[in-house]
């Protein structure tokens, strides 16, 4: 493919919205997970201020973002093949229901809970399975639209996305040590696990089927009907694979 002067500059200049949001969302990130800025937000705003903030900046610059990239020039890495939508089809379905079970649930371990002080570590609910089950969410949602977009632009906002998501593991867990000091932090820790699942292996945490939020996994089965129904009017493009209603003809 062969570029004019006119061509590169015009390539060029459709992409510094989405680096700047990129770049955005990144050190934002990075900076409100920072111990000295956290506790300085949380002692202005308190608890529930900090988290307000910290997830209506995060929705904007995604939302952004996501607006930037479908708007940036279209240069085809890969092409579409039939079974790349599986892909993601089949990995949002857990996706809502890891977020429909830990929003707003007690996690001092992570963000995006509530009644924190209501935590018992003998029954950390969906911080069994992951410590941070909404940065998981994040991970899997990026990772899965990585198969069936072949464009640059959406790969250079899925990739850094899933990339994100599992070092601010990390980022999270050196935060809330500082924040609750070492010991504290591990006697709340005890049974949760990073890397999702490990708890359930090692026989640390099992889940009560009396414990299971049934009515949460339901808003989560309804949101991941809803995103299937409303993805091709937000997005224009339909998640559902193509020719799959045809196969039932």
Request: hydrophobic content about 60%; proline content about 7%; glycine content about 8%.
């Amino acid at each position: 493919m062969t570029f004019t002067l006119d061509s590169n500059v015009q390539l060029l200049g459709g992409w510094w919205q989405p680096v700047l949001a990129l770049t955005l969302f990144v050190l934002s990130h990075r900076w409100l997970a920072r111990p000295v800025f956290r506790a300085a937000l949380v002692q202005r705003l308190g608890e529930r201020g900090f988290t307000a903030l910290y997830s209506l900046l995060s929705l904007v610059l995604l939302a952004w973002l996501i607006a930037a990239t479908l708007a940036a020039p279209v240069v085809v890495l890969w092409y579409y093949a039939p079974w790349q939508p599986w892909v993601t089809v089949v990995t949002m379905l857990p996706v809502c229901l890891l977020i429909a079970a830990a929003v707003g649930t007690p996690n001092p371990l992570s963000f995006g809970g509530a009644g924190n002080e209501r935590f018992l570590p003998s029954a950390p609910g969906a911080a069994g399975f992951c410590r941070h089950p909404l940065l998981l969410a994040l991970a899997l949602w990026a990772g899965a639209h990585v198969v069936p977009n072949g464009e640059l632009a959406t790969l250079l906002l899925f990739l850094p996305l899933a990339a994100f998501s599992i070092y601010g593991m990390r980022l999270v867990d050196s935060s809330r040590k500082a924040a609750l000091g070492r010991a504290h932090w591990q006697a709340l820790a005890v049974n949760t696990s990073l890397v999702p699942g490990a708890a359930m292996v090692t026989g640390r945490w099992r889940p009560a089927w009396g414990s299971v939020p049934w009515g949460r996994l339901l808003l989560g089965l309804i949101a991941y009907a809803a995103i299937l129904l409303i993805h091709p009017v937000v997005i224009g493009v339909s998640a559902l694979p193509m020719g799959l209603f045809a196969t039932f003809n």
